[in-house]
């Protein structure tokens, strides 16, 4: 603990002003949330006014919500924090120096997962950014998720290069990840516990002064900066690893001809004291910035660890392995495609299939890194017309992604759901068929969204993921 850094913020005195860099699905929610609060005089959100994302600063300046699909209270919230003079947005970096405390929100993908090398170029961008225009008495957190040890490694090294200052003396340090799920952002904010770790205990208690305020049921749990990235990495590689388990268990159902479903709701009634059985649901995949690379940030953390890694020899990291399963779903989804069609003496090449969601997550626009992409490209190589629907996601690179459903079903011959939003869950087989034109089409439905039986018994070839009960049904 340094004297030096008391000192410093005891003459500063309380957070005032609170920057956020990062306008996306964390740092939007946030800053208006540090709008919100009283104490707060004033909070800039900072953008690059890039080709790609700089339209986001007029939008949030305006109190528009640059995030589309179903987010409760986000525009509400942008708009009263706005025409209150509480928030701005910019792209002048230069602007970090007025502030009392600077938050990073930016998203930290891996270049290579086998080789557990990160992609950390727009990170590091935004840190050297702070280090530039860093003052005496600022507070720096890192949301972001990230490798542990970064905090007090490139972090901090970079922080002090570029600003002359040193850290925990000069400035309070810490990592504060995000814990937030696209759909209910600023409930997950308010009132999940947020783990705030600093790199000592000044910046430590400095990181729990921002963030407690906008806290409505959650709770600060303090501990060290590499504690908080591993509880980060970890929360998101153990989800990972459950839903690869009932992935794994939905395809055992699928090989003995069983419904994954029967059997998930069996191990769910076990219930009492000391028992746990937190069974998820099977789908087509996983996608998202977090869970599709949080399991190679804890890998590499223990790559980088004070100690050697005591573990059987030669074998495979689970969590790794649960990637690996969870990767595999797409490809399935393919596979199931291709049985279908072999159900009726089809092949692949010249079939049009009409893709039902783009977005990874339910009544979302969030298509990063969406397990429906690896789908489309299968299937556009062995010779396929793909079309893709999704009602909010608006653009991807590189796709057209179509807002009428009705020209996506025109003379398909296969239907894939991938998304489950509440829109495909109201369509009817009769209306499908109609729409599509064909005698004997084709359902693979990866979300569960269908009943097997109405669409079986209206002339559809079927197929869903762990539906091993009905994936082989007599044809109609």
């Known amino acids: 603990m340094s004297d030096k850094l008391i000192k410093i913020l005891k003459q500063k005195g309380p957070i005032k002003k609170v920057g956020v860099i990062g306008m996306g699905y964390v740092g939007i929610p946030a800053a208006a949330l540090f709008a919100d609060v009283p104490g707060f005089d004033h909070v800039l959100g900072f953008q690059r006014a890039s080709s790609s994302s700089g339209y986001k600063i007029d939008m949030l300046n305006r109190g528009e919500s640059p995030l589309k699909g179903e987010e409760p209270g986000i525009e509400e919230l942008l708009q009263k924090v706005v025409k209150a003079g509480k928030f701005t947005c910019t792209s002048d970096f230069s602007r970090i120096s007025e502030l009392d405390a600077i938050t990073l929100a930016i998203q930290t993908p891996f270049e290579d997962p086998k080789s557990l090398l990160p992609d950390f170029t727009a990170l590091i961008e935004g ?3 702070v280090g530039r225009h860093l003052k005496k008495g600022m507070l720096v957190v890192l949301e972001s998720t990230i490798t542990p040890g970064t905090t007090i ?12 200052l040193i850290a925990g003396e000069d400035f309070a340090l810490a990592h504060a990840p995000e814990r937030v799920m696209v759909g209910r952002l600023l409930q997950n904010i308010r009132e999940h516990d947020r783990i705030v770790g600093g790199i000592d205990d000044v910046s430590t208690e400095r990181a729990v002064e921002l963030y407690t305020p906008v806290l409505t049921k959650g709770k600060v749990i303090p501990m060290t ?31 003995m ?3 994954v479903y029967d059997v998930r709701a069996g191990i769910a009634s076990l219930k009492g004291e000391g028992i746990t059985r937190a069974i998820l649901y099977p789908g087509a995949g996983v996608g998202g910035h977090c869970l599709t690379k949080d399991t190679y940030h804890l890998e590499r953390g223990v790559t980088l660890g004070i100690e050697p890694l005591d573990y059987p020899e030669d074998a495979e990291s689970i969590y790794v392995l649960a990637r690996k399963v969870n990767d595999f779903m797409p490809k399935h989804m393919f596979n199931l495609t291709v049985k279908a069609l072999e159900r009726i003496g089809k092949d692949l090449k010249g079939i049009k299939i009409a893709m039902l969601g783009w977005a990874f997550l339910n009544d979302s626009d969030d298509a990063r890194n969406p397990p429906s992409e690896p789908y489309r490209d299968m299937a556009l190589q062995a010779g396929c017309e793909v079309s893709v629907h999704d009602p909010h996601v608006v653009h991807y690179p590189g796709i057209d992604i179509h807002a009428n459903i009705d ?11 991938f998304t489950g939003h509440k829109q495909y869950f109201g369509l009817t087989p009769e209306l499908i068929k109609q729409k599509m034109g064909k005698e004997q089409p084709v359902m693979i439905d990866g979300r569960n969204v269908v009943d097997p039986d109405s669409f ?6 079927y197929k869903g993921i762990g539906r091993g009960d009905k994936n082989n049904h007599p044809l109609k």
Request: hydrophobic share 50%; aromatic share 4%.
């Open 127 to 129: 840190i050297e950014n």
């Open 153 to 164: 490694g490139m972090a901090k090294d970079i922080l002090e290069k570029e600003s002359g």
């Open 225 to 255: 900066a590499t504690a908080a990235e591993v509880t980060k990495t970890a929360e998101n590689t153990f989800r990972d690893l459950q839903i690869a388990a009932v992935n794994q268990l939905a395809l055992y159902c699928e090989a």
């Open 257 to 259: 001809g069983i419904n």
């Open 407 to 417: 020209g996506v079903l025109a003379e398909a011959d296969v239907v894939v759901i």
């Open 456 to 461: 079986i018994n209206a002339g559809f070839i």
